[in-house]
């Protein structure tokens, strides 16, 4: 079965014991482990991790994990990460057992729709399958909202905003960050708080050393020497965000220079961004629908993604790539302001 963006909070929240096999895939890695750590806590079960090259190798091992009682009583979810085509032959013999006593989760990333993995989820009514996209626009103010809700947080879309982008839209790292001010605040959801623009500039992800949305600013504007700075002092694990952020930041602006390209006037296009824009980025971003083409807009996208691509594949990200990448970027900014 495919499920949807509106079912599939209730499809992990509320398991049908009918389905041994949920798939999550697509782009946002984040929010699949996401709804995979929500099903294993309804479940109230213990994850029980097993490795796609073991299944490729003896694909008989998924369904003898599966079926197997656990020696104390307790529930387990076997969760295989990162998954593949190369489960097929082992979630089909999953899918066509009698009865299980585990379900499975694999998260799976990117798959095309020719995958033979996909075909089985979707088409069993055994499986569960949801494609998971990055949150952009109303999306990701209410996936902060309801993440915030969690931990006591009441949040106006302004902050929303501002938390989102900072983070890059990534889930995981939003989580991450809300928790952290609930406790600066001193919220819980039996005691729930506002979250304000002062708390966010004290300890949010885009304060002191870790601000992430005045690195992409800095990189668009042109601003060399501010941006050198911000890079050195990026801590390490924020190397990958920081690119995200970039790319949260083009996806803004690309639209909106598309719009000015057609004839629309830049204070309409400003106008248009309304609460979703934070009050103190309005001239930053103004001054880089001035500065870049949609053109080139496209072709920095296609950059950080490679960039991030690369990244994403080295044990740990190297400040030297990104601060190449984003001083050359800097450097074009400069340039096209003169």
């Known amino acids: 079965?495919?499920?949807?963006?509106?079912?599939i909070?209730?499809?992990?929240?509320?398991?049908?014991?009918?389905?041994?096999?949920?798939?999550?895939?697509?782009?946002?890695?984040?929010?699949?482990?996401?709804?995979?750590?929500?099903?294993?806590?309804?479940?109230?079960?213990?994850k029980s991790v097993l490795a796609q090259g073991d299944l490729k190798a003896r694909p008989g091992l998924l369904i003898d994990e599966a079926t197997a009682l656990?020696?104390?009583?307790?529930?387990?979810?076997?969760?295989?990460?990162?998954?593949?085509?190369?489960?097929?032959?082992?979630?089909?013999?999953?899918l066509a057992a009698?009865?299980?006593?585990?379900?499975?989760?694999?998260?799976?990333?990117?798959l095309p729709k020719s995958s033979a993995l996909l075909k089985l989820a979707e088409s069993s009514?055994?499986?569960?399958?949801?494609?998971?996209?990055?949150?952009?626009?109303?999306?990701?103010?209410?996936?902060?909202?309801?993440?915030?809700?969690?931990?006591?947080?009441?949040i106006a879309p302004p902050v929303a905003a501002r938390i989102a982008e900072a983070c890059g839209n990534d889930q995981a790292i939003v989580a991450q960050e809300l928790e952290k001010f609930a406790l600066y605040i001193g919220a819980s959801p039996h005691a729930p708080k506002d979250l304000e623009q002062e708390a966010v500039d004290s300890v949010g992800a885009d304060s002191g050393e870790g601000d992430l949305s005045r690195l992409a600013n800095f990189t668009l504007l042109g601003e060399l020497s501010d941006l050198g700075?911000?890079?050195?002092?990026?801590?390490?694990?924020?190397?990958?965000p920081a690119i995200r952020a970039l790319q949260r930041r083009l996806l803004m602006l690309a639209?909106?220079?598309?719009?000015?390209?057609?004839?629309?006037?830049?204070?309409?296009?400003?106008?248009?961004?309304?609460?979703?824009?934070?009050?103190?980025?309005?001239?930053?971003?103004?001054?880089?629908?001035?500065?870049?083409?949609?053109?080139?807009?496209?072709?920095?996208?296609?950059?950080?993604?490679e960039l991030e691509r690369s990244l994403m594949f080295s044990e740990v990200p190297e400040h030297e790539a990104l601060g190449e990448e984003l001083l050359a970027l800097a450097r074009k900014a400069r340039s096209a302001a003169r």
């Open 229 to 240: 700075e911000a890079v050195s002092r990026l801590p390490a694990d924020a190397v990958i």
């Open 125 to 154: 009514p055994h499986a569960l399958a949801f494609t998971a996209y990055a949150p952009e626009g109303g999306d990701a103010l209410r996936m902060v909202t309801d993440l915030g809700r969690r931990v006591g947080l009441k």
């Open 255 to 305: 639209p909106a220079r598309a719009r000015i390209e057609r004839g629309e006037r830049i204070d309409g296009v400003m106008a248009s961004f309304g609460r979703a824009l934070f009050w103190k980025d309005k001239a930053a971003v103004e001054a880089m629908l001035r500065r870049w083409s949609a053109k080139d807009l496209a072709t920095v996208a296609r950059r950080a993604g």
């Open 70 to 94: 656990s020696l104390f009583g307790e529930r387990r979810l076997v969760w295989i990460e990162p998954a593949g085509n190369d489960i097929a032959e082992a979630v089909e013999a999953l």
């Open 9 to 46: 909070g209730r499809s992990v929240d509320q398991p049908d014991s009918k389905v041994r096999f949920y798939l999550f895939l697509g782009q946002d890695d984040a929010q699949s482990r996401a709804l995979a750590a929500r099903l294993l806590a309804a479940l109230g079960a213990q």
């Open 98 to 110: 009698e009865a299980i006593e585990s379900p499975v989760v694999a998260i799976a990333g990117a």
């Open 1 to 7: 079965m495919k499920a949807s963006k509106s079912s």
